[in-house]
């Protein structure tokens, strides 16, 4: 098991769909193998476009990106290394993740597991790090967004 060490939280604002995809651009180049990111937030805030963002920067070509509401999960892996791109949307229950082999793709490390609607099964990843957890809300102005991103370190 592996131990917290630090956790900080810091709040970006956007003002459109182009700077929530560079933000998610921005993070990817952050980011190593074994990372857990978890979003969440409102209906239509973002969460694909940050995903979208973050695959991009890791090399994946954006025509490849999709939400993966229906199919639980897409696999990117024309990247530095692979992304697994899961949606628990319509996932009823935790049993759905263990057949999907989410825990066994998230313990493998071997690329970055991004997650939206993260906390419909929040006990499935509560004790993993490193973890970045994303809250997207829908700003003041009509397309801004506010992303709240809590970094969790071993």
């Given at each position: ?15 459109n769909?182009d ?5 998610g ?16 937030g ?16 890791m ?17 990117y ?9 899961w949606?628990?949307?319509?996932v009823?229950?935790e ?36 973890r ?23």
């Open positions: 098991m592996k131990t917290i060490k630090s956790k900080e939280t810091q709040i970006i604002y956007t003002e769909e700077a929530s995809f560079l933000f651009k921005k993070l990817a180049a952050k980011l190593k193998k074994g990372t857990l990111i978890l979003l969440d409102d209906l239509g805030a973002g969460k694909t476009i940050i995903t979208a963002g973050i695959a991009t920067g090399g994946v070509q954006r025509e490849n990106i999709s939400s993966p509401t229906y199919t639980v999960m897409n696999i892996n024309d990247g530095i290394f692979p992304v697994y791109h949606d628990f949307y319509r009823v229950e049993e759905e993740l263990e057949m999907a082999d989410f825990f066994e793709i998230l313990h493998e490390a071997d690329g970055v597991v991004i997650v939206e609607w993260a906390s419909m099964f929040a006990s499935a990843w509560k004790k993993y790090a490193p970045i957890e994303i809250k997207v809300e829908h700003g003041e102005e009509a397309n801004s967004r506010k992303i709240t991103v809590t970094t969790i370190k071993v």
